[in-house]
């Protein structure tokens, strides 16, 4: 089954600094990958996903890169502020068939003023 | 709001006992997920259904069943409960089969004593 390793556990940035976060995935036929962003006490939201028939996506300040040949994704969040602090979590799975969505096992992003 | 309801929000209960968890998915979401959430871990993938049919199934204990009714609620029940059940429970909602946003609820906290 689809295995997600995700880079690095914490992560800590000053204010308008830049922060990358990076997934692998284990099954190729991975097409669909998703990133989540759950703040402190609150549910898992989704922000920004990606599928494979597209290298890159960007929404405002976030952006999702994907190599299909190296099977792995980054997120990449420029300027930074505070209110960007939470726990990212990246997610791999096919989008067709009995897949289920994995998850990566999430990264802290603080980000201090 | 995500338009997804759980039910209860705290519970507390000893070892040896059973639980059930209800979820209410957004309006017209057929998928329902359940992923459990240990303290400081990621989201582990417990089982998925879609319009009543179990899809998908992750590292599910034995002790752990989940059904989804014709009004499209589910419930988990998780029962001889051991103190390393002690996590918060997310259900989720989609409205399509895979490869999709999902809408998570706030989570039943579920303290095993």
């Known amino acids: 089954g689809e295995n997600v390793e995700q880079h690095p556990s914490t992560l800590s940035v000053q204010e308008g600094d830049s922060a990358v976060i990076k997934c692998t995935y284990s099954?190729?036929?991975?097409?669909?990958f998703p990133w989540y962003k759950q703040e402190l006490g609150k549910r898992p939201q989704l922000i920004i996903d990606?599928?494979?028939?597209?290298g890159e996506k960007k929404d405002q300040r976030i952006a999702v890169t994907l190599n299909k040949t190296a099977k792995h994704f980054s997120l990449h969040i420029t300027e930074t502020q505070p209110e960007d602090s939470a726990v990212y979590f990246c997610?791999?799975?096919?989008?067709?068939?009995?897949?289920?969505?994995?998850f990566g096992t999430g990264t802290r992003l603080l980000v201090s003023p | 709001d995500s338009g997804v309801t759980q039910t209860p929000k705290h519970l507390i209960t000893a070892t040896g006992q059973r639980v059930t968890l209800r979820c209410s998915p957004r309006?017209?979401?057929?998928?329902v997920y359940w992923y459990q959430q240990s303290l400081d871990q990621g989201l582990q993938f417990l089982i998925h259904?879609?319009?009543?049919?179990?899809?998908a199934k992750g590292n599910i204990l034995e002790r752990f069943s989940a059904q989804q009714f014709p009004d499209l609620h589910s419930e988990l029940n998780l029962s001889s409960l051991e103190l390393g059940d002690s996590a918060l429970y997310f259900c989720?909602?989609?409205?399509?089969?895979?490869?999709?946003?999902?809408?998570f609820g706030e989570g039943s906290r579920l303290t095993v004593l």
């Open positions: 989720a909602s989609s409205v399509v089969q895979w490869g999709g946003e999902l809408f």
């Open positions: 990606i599928r494979s028939n597209v």
């Open positions: 997610a791999a799975s096919k989008d067709t068939g009995f897949q289920k969505l994995v």
């Open positions: 259904y879609y319009n009543g049919e179990e899809r």
């Open positions: 309006s017209g979401d057929l998928s």
């Open positions: 099954d190729s036929a991975s097409n669909y």
